[in-house]
């Protein structure tokens, strides 16, 4: 008996486990009715085609010819309308000769990053107060996961292009750019904040925030 109520409570731990992330589904498909990237109303089923569940342009190289020397070029539900209550997306990833990726986190995902050309660095810190780096370069056919909510980057290390293939399991994971966060959201932080936050000066602070 005892042994039985073990086995129910480990069978509610693992379900409970299970739902983590994005909820389950009702029913086979909810294509998305908006272009909204979160919760949306079902497409009607009879009204449903083929083509509510493709995306074509992945091929594409993204445009890397900014201040960071990379793109991502997203395929989430706004791009998808059929990944909508399914809890998964991905995303191609173009970085140009030593451009970077920025820090950023995913606060709905975890990433699953497979490089499909070049040399690529990637890295991501863990929790307080360890604050470990976990680093690692990945060479063409190698993958590498970065954890749901933790800051992670990514910089071609190479002499060509990167390109890669990052999956998320959500169909909406959401991206935090650290630097544009912190100094360029809108109504900025104050610089008194962001002084002591980061031990500088206000004029450095100015600086940081005029770059955003
Ligand atoms: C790439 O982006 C840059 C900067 O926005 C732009 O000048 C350039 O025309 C773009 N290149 C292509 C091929 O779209």
Avoid at 60 to 70: D, E, P, Q, Y
Avoid at 110 to 137: A, C, D, M, Q
Avoid at 183 to 196: D, K, P
Wanted: a neutral charge.
């Amino acid at each position: 008996m005892a042994n039985l109520s073990f086995l129910m409570s480990l069978l509610a731990l693992s379900l409970s486990l299970v739902f983590a992330v994005d909820p389950s589904n009702l029913q086979d498909f909810c294509v998305a009715n908006s272009i909204d990237q979160g919760s949306s109303t079902c497409k009607d089923p009879k009204l449903v085609e083929a083509n509510d569940f493709y995306y074509s342009g992945l091929h594409i190289s993204g445009n890397t010819s900014n201040s960071v020397g990379s793109k991502v070029t997203p395929v989430f539900a706004s791009q998808l309308p059929g990944l909508n209550t399914l809890g998964i997306s991905v995303a191609r990833v173009d970085i140009a000769a030593w451009g970077i990726n920025p820090p950023h986190t995913h606060p709905r995902a975890t990433e699953i990053f497979t490089v499909l050309e070049g040399t690529v660095e990637v890295g991501f810190i863990s929790s307080n107060p360890e604050n470990r780096h976990f680093r690692k370069v990945l060479q063409k056919g190698d993958v590498f996961v970065f954890p749901i909510g933790l800051i992670h980057y990514q910089r071609n290390v190479g002499y060509g292009k990167v390109v890669a293939i990052a999956a998320h399991n959500s169909q909406n994971p959401g991206v935090i750019t650290i630097g544009n966060a912190i100094f360029g959201s809108t109504h900025q932080i104050a610089n008194e904040v962001l002084a002591r936050a980061f031990q500088l000066d206000r004029n450095t602070i100015n600086y940081l925030q005029s770059k955003f």
